[in-house]
């Protein structure tokens, strides 16, 4: 989450979420409302906004909604996938100013945005290790597959429809 890009300078963002952090309930704060300072949570904040979270049907895909900081051990094996519909690209348009939720959340209380990145680079390394020995992999599945020679078993394939 904390890649996530809003339209909305900086400074213009950062002095909205100042102005929510002034919101506290006078007689006992710990009752809320709560301030969270993570990207994960501030986006998981926004998103319970959108639905009807009162509701079960709402509370039910809100409890589907997985947010993280970074990209944690059972995610980081698996294919990520792209919306084209939410990249910036697409959405703002070239002269319009926007900031990156990561540093409005450092700006205003979240610790960790250096553990994060350190972590980010360690797991870009061996993910980088794994895909290049994919790809040799993959070129030598191909190369095996070239110089294979298929005259004995392509009969019996024939006679099962393949």
């Known amino acids: 989450c904390e890649g996530i890009e809003m339209s909305g300078s900086f400074v213009r963002q950062k002095n909205k979420y100042l102005v929510f952090l002034r919101k506290r309930m006078n007689t006992n ?3 809320g409302p709560f301030h969270f300072r993570a990207p994960s949570r501030i986006f998981w904040r926004t998103v319970r906004g ?3 979270h009162k509701t079960q049907r709402g ?4 409890a ?3 947010v ?4 944690p051990p059972p995610y980081d094996k698996m294919k990520r996938m792209v919306v084209p519909d939410a990249l910036r690209i697409t959405r703002l348009a070239p002269d319009r100013k926007y900031c990156v939720l990561g540093r409005l959340s450092h700006e ?3 610790k960790y945005q250096d553990v994060l990145a350190r972590l980010e680079a360690k797991r870009k390394v ?3 290790a794994y895909y290049q020995r994919k790809k040799s992999l ?3 599945r191909t190369k095996a597959a070239e110089s294979a020679d298929l005259s004995k078993v392509a009969p019996v394939l024939a006679e099962y429809g393949h």
């Open 108 to 110: 205003v209380g979240w």
């Open 64 to 66: 589907r909604l997985k």
């Open 59 to 62: 509370s039910e895909a809100l």
């Open 138 to 140: 993959i070129k030598l």
């Open 50 to 52: 959108m639905l009807p």
């Open 126 to 128: 061996t993910s980088a």
């Open 68 to 71: 993280f900081d970074g990209v």
């Open 29 to 31: 704060p710990t009752r």
